[in-house]
């Protein structure tokens, strides 16, 4: 699932893309989960309207109008949001990968997954956002109008502090991990990150959360805050499905610790890393480093 790093580049590297351009057409798929505002509606609505800003917070992005209108996106866990002449196997089936020979490259073309379609009037690049599983989410927002799901949200991450996070454990017997995925407390911070930033603070991930002390909780923000800092800097995580807005891979998954290395020797001290599951999620530590 694309985190904040992943959808922090995806808006820094569309941002100069899209700020000062006015949607000419909208093309979608049929009505489905996807579409918390009808598809009809946006093919009817976004005509005419000009970007003039894009926003993330926490996990989601914000295209600002000049009209006081905003369009909420959410990646899912499979979404891809990116430009028309963005190339990369990741956009493409398994069976048209096979077919390729080596070092051949594809252009995607839309297909049954790409559920929202942008053209400008400009006759630039236009804007996909395509999702197999349909996790992702798209909304139209009236001026001033905002949405629960970004109601809810906690600080962002790279906003956070230490002291939050204090407040936010005392008297939970909940794992620590547990209390870094709830968006209500922390607002970015997915699987991955929180297995690296619990690593590189070192603090294993099944503590209670009520017994981190200040100390350890000032740590562990700050553990975080590097984690995706770097990870901004490398373009993201490439695992599985994403790439960024011009079809490239992020790089981050090069530099991983733990996340999805088990088994493997830790970079710190040699012994195999262990995977458990924490909350129905797979979750990877050092048992000598982390304590």
Do not use: W
């Amino acid at each position: 699932m694309p985190e904040l790093p992943e959808v922090e580049v995806t808006r820094r590297k569309l941002s100069p893309l899209l700020v000062g351009r006015r949607i000419a057409k909208v093309h979608t798929t049929r009505p489905s989960y996807f579409f918390l505002t009808p598809p009809a509606e946006l093919e009817r609505a976004l005509p005419g309207a000009r970007v003039v800003g894009l926003a993330r917070i926490g996990k989601y992005l914000l295209a600002g109008f000049d009209d006081g209108r905003r369009l909420l996106l959410h990646l899912g866990m499979s979404g891809q949001l990116f430009t028309e002449h963005a190339s990369s196997v990741r956009l493409l089936s398994a069976a048209t990968r096979a077919s390729l020979a080596p070092d051949e490259q594809a252009r995607f073309r839309p297909d049954v997954h790409t559920h929202l379609r942008l053209e400008f009037e400009d006759d630039g690049p236009e804007l996909l956002f395509r999702d197999v599983r349909k996790f992702g989410k798209v909304r139209l927002l009236a001026p001033g109008q905002s949405d629960p799901r970004l109601d809810k949200l906690g600080t962002d991450a790279l906003a956070a502090t230490g002291a939050e996070l204090f407040a936010a454990t005392r008297k939970r017997r909940v794992a620590v991990k547990s209390v870094l995925l709830a968006q209500e407390v922390i607002a970015g911070i997915g699987n991955i990150y929180a297995d690296e930033a619990l690593y590189l603070a070192k603090l294993r991930p099944k503590r209670a959360a009520g017994r981190l002390t200040r100390a350890e909780c000032d740590t562990l923000i700050a553990a975080a805050q590097q984690v995706l800092l770097r990870s901004i800097e490398t373009g993201g995580s490439s695992i599985s499905d994403y790439l960024a807005p011009d079809g490239s891979d992020g790089a981050y998954q090069d530099e991983r610790h733990v996340y999805a290395r088990t088994g493997e020797p830790c970079f710190g001290c040699g012994l195999a890393i262990k995977r458990i599951v924490i909350g129905a999620r797979g979750t990877h530590y050092c048992p000598r480093c982390q304590r």
